[in-house]
């Protein structure tokens, strides 16, 4: 499975970040392919390319805010988890995706 995710929060700055390292290495811990935009104070970082959304089989949205560009996705199969959900049970978030 090809997983890409976009990470956001209010301020943009460590819970963008922390999200988005829990989700590299739980998805490597699995062995899943995973690439992830993170849109934090610095802006978008790590842009998902159009062959990035085009070749994956699921869009995941960690975020409490609403993401910039989402009109990009519209056409995925999209998942949502808040901030919190993935930075205390990362796990069971790679679990939705995989059961999506």
Not at 6 to 33: F, S, W
Not at 40 to 60: K, P, Q, R, T, Y
Request: charged share 20%; hydrophobic share 45%.
């Amino acid at each position: 499975m090809k997983i890409i995710a976009v990470t956001a929060c209010p301020t943009g700055i460590a819970h963008t970040y922390m999200a988005a390292d829990a989700l590299r290495k739980e998805a490597q811990r699995q062995g899943i392919n995973i690439k992830i935009e993170t849109q934090g104070a610095m802006g978008i970082e790590n842009a998902l390319s159009a062959s990035d959304i085009a070749g994956c089989d699921l869009v995941l949205i960690v975020s409490d805010i609403d993401i910039e560009q989402s009109e990009r996705f519209v056409h995925c199969k999209r998942l949502f988890a808040t901030i919190e959900e993935t930075l205390t049970n990362v796990s069971s978030v790679i679990q939705r995706c995989l059961n999506a």
